[in-house]
Structures are given as C-alpha cells and as structure tokens.
C-alpha cells in the first residue's frame, strides 16, 4: 500500500499558500481603496478576480465605486446591478448606483435608486428624487433659447449675441 503522505503535505501547503496570497491581495484592494487610490483599488480587485477569488459584497461594492471614481462607468453599472439585486445590501449602493445614472442623464432610473435609498436617509433621497424630476420636465420642454449671428455696431470678436423667445 503506497504512502500519500507527501503528495497530501504538497496539496496542503499550496492551498494554505493560495488562501494566503488572496488575503494579502484583499489586504492591498482595501487599503488602496481606503487610501481613495482607485485606480490601484481597481487593479488589485480586478487581479483577485482573475485569480479566481469569489468578491463578497463589500468587495463588489468597492470595485463597483472604485470604477465609478475612475470613470469605467459600463463595469460600476454591471456591478452595481448585481449588488442591487442581492438581499441585504448596503442601502449606499442604490445612492452611488442612482448617482451613476444621474451623470449618465438617465434620471428616469436613477429616481428609482433614489427611491430604494430612501430607507438610509429620507431627506438626501428627496432632494435627488426632485432633482431627477426637475431634470425630466426641463428635458421634455422645448427650446426657449436660440442662438443666432446678429449684425453687430463693433469689430470685437468677444461678441455673442444671443436671442431669447424671439
């Protein structure tokens, strides 16, 4: 009968070596990200990935706003989608995912993440839900403005004429 003990040892110290490389690369991503370094928060979440460590909440929450603050808004929307479909999570991802629309000018689904935060801090959500619905008026408007060269009386040409309602 033939020993595993060596191959069980060799199997065992390259787990405990993997499981101890993904906590130092967690280690990295959070102070990265806590030192608001994000671009380097982004790049040690991202190789975590890669590696095949499964994000918890948290981590998906800091990649998702470490994208965010790093203008990959594409990657901060597909994440914070998945977080804002899970149970029990934090109510500041339907804030920083409403945010994410808003700058996107979709205010039509960033009321909706609005709304959801309402749960964390009512006034904070109010204020954005009105200011979602001031935008979708004020887009459905037509144009009361409209520029035009108009005949001017000087040579300079730091002049902008504009006309407004006629």
């Known amino acids: 009968m033939k020993s595993y003990g060596p191959i069980m040892t060799a199997v065992l110290i390259f787990l405990i070596s993997v499981v101890g490389q993904a906590q130092s690369n967690l280690k990295k991503a959070n102070r990265a990200f806590e030192s608001l370094d994000y671009p380097s928060a982004v790049l040690a979440f ?16 800091r990649l998702a706003y ?7 808004n594409g990657k901060a929307a597909s994440l914070y ?9 934090d109510p500041e991802v339907y804030f920083e995912y409403g945010d994410l629309l808003r700058s996107e000018t979709d205010f039509v689904q960033a009321k909706i993440y609005f709304e959801k935060y309402k749960i ?40 902008a004429p504009v006309s407004y309602r006629g």
Request: proline fraction near 6%; charged fraction near 20%; charge should be negative.
């Open 81 to 89: 989608t998945e977080l804002s479909n899970q149970v029990g999570v």
């Open 66 to 72: 470490s994208y965010k603050m790093t203008q990959q």
């Open 120 to 159: 964390k801090n009512p006034v904070i959500a109010e204020y954005f839900i009105q200011a979602c619905d001031y935008a979708i008026v004020e887009l459905g408007r037509p144009n009361n403005c409209k520029l035009s060269n108009m005949p001017t009386n000087t040579d300079q040409p730091d002049q």
């Open 46 to 61: 991202e190789s975590m990935v890669k590696s095949g460590t499964v994000l918890d909440q948290t981590g998906k929450h």
